[in-house]
């Protein structure tokens, strides 16, 4: 009876722990919904999958701690977050709705997991399991291996597939076989000439523009930006800064300031003349 007591009994350790971390873990999937960067709510989505591993280690489940560790916030969080560093997404990006309906389809599916969720922790809060101290027996990585590789086996070698099979489709998808020689230079300028395109190289982003980072334009003789500065993935995006003006007055100043000083050396020079005469 007094071991019934213990086992449905909290401590104060594990309550606080369980206060310290519980809000922890909730401040950190607020923060992922609610941050203006993806970088930021992929961090903080990782410190909250941290947490729940902490959970599962200091309730035995020591199997899905590691796994909860070592495969979602070791792997799949940080290809999350090198994934977002490479492509650049913005908070503007996410702003712009690709598919008609997407957030209405997302809210209704976060009801729908709210729901299951909620019905998942009353149940289990309610009702007690039957055979968990039995299949815990000789420790939970044993008993959830037995399971595994026995009565499961099908469904866990099926998931398995799955996942080799969508490696294997993201591999083929990104990969591109050349199936034609390539073009040397000569041809390639020859190529350029005919179609009437810019011959000579691309200026370099920031010519004249004071700045030589790629989101500035160049600037033309006349002032104006050139297109072909920048990349076209950043005019779609709308990154692209514009110095024109500021350069144009810059540039304005500086030939007034030149203009001041030939006339100040010229009068300057004529009075010395007329001195010696």
Not at 159 to 188: D, N, P, S, W
Request: hydrophobic residues 45%.
């Amino acid at each position: 009876m007094t071991a019934q007591l213990a086992a449905y009994s909290t401590s104060t350790g594990e309550a606080f722990q369980f206060w310290v971390l519980g809000t922890v873990a909730v401040i950190g999937a607020l923060c992922t919904v609610f941050m203006k960067r993806a970088v930021h709510s992929a961090l903080c989505l990782a410190g909250t999958m941290i947490v729940l591993a902490i959970f599962y280690l200091a309730n035995g489940a020591y199997f899905l701690g590691v796994v909860q560790i070592v495969v979602y916030t070791g792997a799949i969080m940080m290809l999350f977050l090198f994934v977002v560093m490479l492509v650049g997404v913005t908070a503007a990006d996410s702003l712009k709705e690709t598919i008609k309906g997407q957030r209405w389809l997302a809210l209704l599916c976060g009801l729908g997991f709210g729901i299951l969720l909620f019905a998942g922790i009353g149940n289990a809060a309610l009702k007690d399991f039957n055979g968990l101290g039995q299949a815990n027996a000789n420790g939970n990585v044993e008993g959830l291996a037995a399971l595994i590789f026995t009565k499961y086996v099908f469904a866990f070698e099926l998931t398995g597939a799955l996942l080799i099979t969508a490696a294997v489709g993201a591999m083929v998808l990104t990969h591109r076989e050349r199936t034609e020689r390539a073009k040397t230079q000569r041809e390639l300028a020859e190529q350029r000439v005919r179609e009437g395109k810019h011959v000579p190289p691309l200026p370099a982003p920031g010519v004249y523009a004071r700045h030589n980072a790629v989101d500035i334009a160049g600037l033309l003789p006349d002032g104006t930006t050139s297109d072909l500065t920048v990349s076209k993935t950043l005019r779609d995006r709308g990154q692209v800064r514009d110095v024109s003006t500021e350069a144009l007055q810059d540039l304005k100043a500086l030939e007034q300031r030149a203009e001041d000083r030939l006339e100040r050396s010229n009068s300057g020079g004529s009075n010395s003349g007329e001195g010696s005469k």
